[in-house]
């Protein structure tokens, strides 16, 4: 697609219940992130792909978290038994590797309200 | 401890004033990015820079990357209230691969 895509845009659920976000990142890009923010805070970083490889998940904040990545396109994050400290925007991007040194495409973010 | 402090962490200015952001670090990086983020968006990619004391113009704003690599500035003239959002600084260790990490922001309010 044009840009990167994002879905939901806006996600409730009850804490202890599992959520799955999905990234659909723009054609070709080899590369895909996923950064959480707080309100009006920086980014924190999550994972990253390299085509359908994970040679960065060092961000991932416990073992509830967790994403994957199929045919070097989409990507689905799935947290298990949200809790409130899970609410934040969940962001996607993605890029191609050497080009542009180093920017990012994103996402508008998925805004998930853990109650 | 941060790896990017930015700096201020909130601004608020008139129309037509110059302001100056910055974004600094101990560490050496290949490559430094800024972003633009408004209200319920992603951030936008404003500029990479590369070269040390390398200097980058758009329009109204200027970005320059410290000779050693480890800081940054963001400046901008005549701002505009369209100028308003939270301005980040992203920084790689390795050019070709791997994540970004981001300071804070510095969350920009320019008052027509």
């Known amino acids: 697609g044009a840009g990167v895509s994002q879905s939901p845009s806006n996600k409730v659920t009850e804490k202890g219940k599992d959520v799955e976000l999905r990234c659909d990142p723009i054609?070709?890009?080899?590369?895909l992130y996923w950064y959480r923010q707080s309100l009006g805070q920086g980014l924190e970083f999550l994972i990253y792909?390299?085509?359908?490889?994970?040679?960065?998940k060092s961000g991932l904040p416990s073992d509830r978290f967790s994403a994957e990545r199929t045919g070097g396109s989409v990507s689905t994050l799935t947290i298990q038994r949200t809790q409130q400290e899970d609410s934040a925007v969940y962001l996607c991007?993605?890029?191609?590797?050497?080009?542009?040194?180093?920017?990012?495409?994103f996402g508008s973010g998925t805004r998930l309200t853990v109650v | 401890t941060q790896l990017l402090e930015q700096s201020p962490q909130f601004l608020s200015i008139q129309e037509g004033e110059n302001l100056t952001v910055y974004c600094n670090s101990s560490?050496?990086?290949?490559?430094l990015q800024w972003y633009r983020q408004e209200p319920g968006e992603g951030p936008v990619l404003l500029v990479t820079?590369?070269?040390?004391?390398e200097v980058k113009k758009l329009k109204r704003l200027t970005f320059q990357f410290g000779d050693a690599r480890k800081d940054s500035s963001l400046h901008i003239t005549a701002a505009q209230p369209g100028d308003t959002g939270l301005y980040l600084c992203?920084?790689?260790?390795?050019?070709?691969?791997?994540?970004?990490?981001f300071g804070d922001g510095t969350t920009l309010t320019v008052k027509p």
């Open positions: 054609s070709g890009h080899t590369a």
């Open positions: 992203a920084a790689r260790l390795n050019t070709n691969a791997g994540k970004s990490t």
């Open positions: 820079v590369v070269t040390g004391g």
């Open positions: 792909f390299q085509g359908n490889s994970a040679p960065d």
């Open positions: 560490s050496v990086f290949s490559s």
């Open positions: 991007a993605s890029s191609v590797p050497g080009q542009g040194a180093g920017g990012y495409t």
